[in-house]
């Protein structure tokens, strides 16, 4: 992917500083590449799934002790881990894009509540519906484990279109990170017709960055809309 570096001038120089995205096509490192593209930051990602285990998981070393993608490794050489801390830290660091309200404005509130709701409430489930031994052995038991955690995610999904009440995008008039990390985390499991059907107040905003034009390119190469993607 070829995107315009981001130079930040010194009192001695302009440098030019690329960050590394830890990621794989369709996960959670996709909101993090969509947000660096919107930036126009230079970065590059290190292809990586660590859920097909072995020498995958293994290339997180030192990078992640979870093991887990996405993470950001800044210029400067620090690491961060955790897909909402990651967008966080983009939007207040790039205030300019205005991709999170600021710290003063009335927002704030909503958008860190949110933020780490689809962090914790959804997201993290994904760590047990990808592979139900991690909490249980027994394999039976597996298909109706995934189908109670698809159930709560879709619930989850519910409370949160109960409570928020979108404009243009879910937090007003400007495309935020909680727009990215909605319109990828939808797409997992239970997958997006369940989601238009529980929080149908979501669906337009969501669609909306589905078809934004600056985003088509991430899309496409990092989590394509294939034939049947809506499930």
């Known amino acids: 992917m070829i995107v315009k570096p981001w130079t930040r001038v010194t009192e001695d120089k302009a440098v030019t500083e690329t960050f590394v995205v830890y990621g794989a096509v369709g996960s959670g490192s996709v909101p993090i590449e969509a947000t ?11 292809e ?3 859920w097909e285990g ?3 998981a293994s ?4 990078i992640n002790p979870m093991l887990q993608v996405p993470a950001l490794a800044l210029p400067s050489g620090e690491v961060i881990s955790e897909s909402a801390a990651i967008l966080i830290w983009l939007a207040d660091t790039y205030p300019g894009a205005r991709l999170a309200p600021a710290l003063t404005e009335p927002a704030r509130p909503t958008f860190l509540r949110w933020m780490t709701f689809v962090s914790s409430a959804i997201y993290a489930l994904y760590w047990i519906t990808d ?9 039976e038991q597996h298909a109706a484990i995934k189908t109670r955690l698809f159930d709560r995610i879709a ?3 519910q409370l949160m279109e109960a409570q928020l009440q979108p404009g243009r995008y879910l937090l007003g008039e400007d495309l935020s990170v909680l727009d990215l990390y909605v319109a990828t985390a939808s797409r997992w499991s239970p997958g997006r017709r369940r989601f238009y059907e529980v929080a149908p107040g979501l669906a337009e905003t969501t669609r909306r960055v589905d078809a934004d034009p600056r985003l088509t390119a991430i899309w496409a190469e990092r989590f394509p809309f294939t034939q049947g993607w809506e499930r």
């Open 36 to 46: 660096l593209s919107l930036l126009k930051l230079p970065y590059r990602v290190e």
């Open 48 to 50: 990586c799934a660590p």
């Open 54 to 56: 072995g020498q995958e």
């Open 59 to 62: 290339r997180l070393v030192g």
């Open 131 to 139: 592979n139900p031994s991690r909490i249980i052995a027994g394999a």
């Open 155 to 157: 619930h989850c999904w």
